[in-house]
């Protein structure tokens, strides 16, 4: 006898609808049938769409960054997030610079984790590890990481991780099978001032200093033959300039990650009177690029938020350089990406990143033997964004239409939200098993 049956639902099957049952036993899909089983629970799902439980790979809950804290910590990030239909998330490590800071980053984010109700992973992260590459890489290999982030900038505040040391990465990178992740922007196009406000922003960090450095990158991911990641691609003219001269590596080396905001709105919003609670980086784009990053949408391979969200009342700041950047989204990203791409979405959701980040089988997927990590989605229930589960007092997506809505999230055979109402659950660390 099965735990669970979700019967009569449209599963969502390598880019196909199959009319079928569901079998949920120990946390796992036990069995894929159109025939009527006995289960000790069942949910019918006449009519709902089933997705594999979504993965967002990049999310910030309680991160310190100077003065603030993100809003969200693990609990009150990941209930949003099982609101929005994510079993998995990958959140991140506070940057080291030596291998011996590593065990103790890790431990610091695996405690505060502990509070989270769905499944989640970490990157590591680097800050300028300056001959430190190898001790590095091993560290992570021994705690069982496989993925590493860094940025191209904030020199400033000694972030920043220079070429010879991102050539370092990506010539170990396939070796010692991981992925660098890279926070793309040329850290000499930024001009960040303390004269600025927020509508300077899109001048101060432009989409030019984005496509240029990614450009760059991807020409080391090559040369190297390296494995890389970019994180929150924001401009059309990014992933246009990489598909026109990387489409060798992308999607095999090179991956490109969005998010929905850039999507969603525009830098017109900056000379708005609330434009500063769409401050993030990298920022909102024009229009036209806009335009473009939706027309490109095949060239992305994974959504991420990047959800890091702080109050109205601390993003209130005159001068740009005070305000601290980034916004939430972590619940409503299926629905507003779904709403402008449909199926399109589905995989870079679920499978993609639970292939690059090495979860995959057990994640991303609908098949016997995965985890049962299942969305059940009402197509029907058109619906407007109002509030949110996240602990910030706004949300950018209030007030957007979407296309139907999310019923139940389930986490390895446990619902975490069931028709809307919250249940409750324990999220598992996932590492790497190699
Ligand atoms: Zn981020």
């Known amino acids: 006898m099965f735990d669970l049956a979700i019967m009569n639902g449209e599963l969502y099957i390598e880019g196909n609808y199959v009319n079928s049952n569901i079998y949920i036993s120990d946390g796992k899909i036990s069995k894929i049938s159109k025939q009527v089983l006995r289960s000790k629970d069942e949910y019918n799902a006449i009519g709902k769409k089933?997705?594999?439980?979504?993965?967002?790979?990049?999310?910030?809950?309680?991160?310190?960054?100077?003065?603030?804290?993100?809003?969200?910590?693990?609990?009150?990030?990941?209930?949003?997030?099982?609101?929005?239909?994510?079993t998995t998330f990958i959140d991140f490590l506070d940057p080291i610079s030596t291998s011996a800071e590593l065990e103790k980053a890790y431990l610091k984010r695996r405690k505060l984790?502990?509070?989270?109700?769905?499944?989640?992973?970490?990157?590591?992260?680097?800050?300028?590890?300056?001959?430190?590459?190898?001790?590095?890489?091993?560290?992570?290999?021994?705690?069982?990481?496989?993925?590493?982030?860094?940025?191209?900038?904030?020199?400033?505040?000694?972030?920043?991780t220079y070429d010879e040391e991102i050539i370092k990465l990506l010539k170990f990178s396939k070796e010692k099978q991981f992925i660098v992740l890279a926070h793309i922007e040329n850290n000499d196009l930024i001009n960040m001032n303390s004269k600025q406000k927020i509508c300077d922003l899109p001048i101060a960090?432009?989409?030019?200093?984005?496509?240029?450095?990614?450009?760059?990158?991807?020409?080391?991911?090559?040369?190297?033959?390296?494995?890389?990641?970019?994180?929150?691609?924001?401009?059309?003219?990014?992933?246009?300039?990489?598909?026109?001269?990387f489409s060798d590596i992308i999607n095999s080396d090179f991956y490109i990650e969005s998010c929905p905001h850039y999507f969603t709105y525009n830098n017109d919003i900056y000379n708005k009177e609330d434009g500063?609670?769409?401050?993030?980086?990298?920022?909102?784009?024009?229009?036209?690029?806009?335009?473009?990053?939706?027309?490109?949408?095949?060239?992305?391979?994974?959504?991420?938020?990047?959800?890091?969200?702080?109050?109205?009342?601390?993003?209130?700041?005159?001068?740009?350089?005070?305000?601290?950047?980034?916004?939430?989204?972590?619940?409503?990203?299926?629905?507003?990406?779904?709403?402008?791409?449909?199926?399109?979405?589905?995989?870079?959701?679920?499978?993609?990143?639970?292939?690059?980040?090495?979860?995959?089988?057990?994640?991303?997927i609908l098949s016997e033997g995965s985890d049962a990590d299942i969305v059940i989605y009402d197509p029907l229930k058109n619906h407007t964004i109002t509030n949110d589960h996240s602990l910030s007092d706004y949300t950018v997506y209030k007030g957007q239409s979407v296309s139907g809505q999310i019923e139940s999230t389930i986490v390895r055979g446990n619902f975490i939200v069931k028709k809307g109402i919250f249940i409750g659950g324990t999220g598992e660390y996932l590492r790497d098993s190699r």
């Open 50 to 86: 089933i997705f594999p439980g979504f993965i967002d790979p990049h999310v910030h809950f309680e991160l310190k960054g100077g003065k603030y804290t993100s809003s969200d910590d693990f609990y009150s990030g990941s209930v949003s997030a099982a609101y929005g239909g994510i």
């Open 113 to 160: 984790s502990k509070k989270s109700v769905i499944d989640y992973a970490f990157h590591g992260t680097v800050k300028n590890p300056k001959n430190q590459v190898e001790q590095i890489v091993n560290e992570l290999k021994k705690l069982h990481f496989s993925s590493v982030k860094l940025f191209t900038t904030y020199s400033e505040s000694n972030r920043r």
């Open 205 to 245: 960090r432009s989409s030019k200093a984005e496509t240029s450095e990614a450009k760059k990158l991807a020409h080391y991911t090559r040369k190297y033959d390296g494995s890389m990641y970019m994180v929150h691609v924001s401009s059309g003219n990014t992933v246009k300039a990489l598909k026109e001269d």
């Open 276 to 364: 500063i609670l769409y401050s993030m980086v990298p920022p909102l784009r024009s229009k036209e690029e806009v335009t473009l990053l939706k027309e490109l949408i095949d060239n992305v391979n994974t959504i991420g938020t990047d959800h890091c969200p702080f109050t109205s009342k601390e993003k209130q700041k005159e001068k740009l350089l005070d305000i601290p950047m980034g916004i939430g989204g972590v619940e409503h990203s299926f629905n507003i990406m779904y709403s402008l791409f449909k199926e399109k979405i589905i995989d870079k959701m679920t499978i993609n990143p639970a292939k690059i980040f090495n979860l995959y089988p057990r994640k991303g």
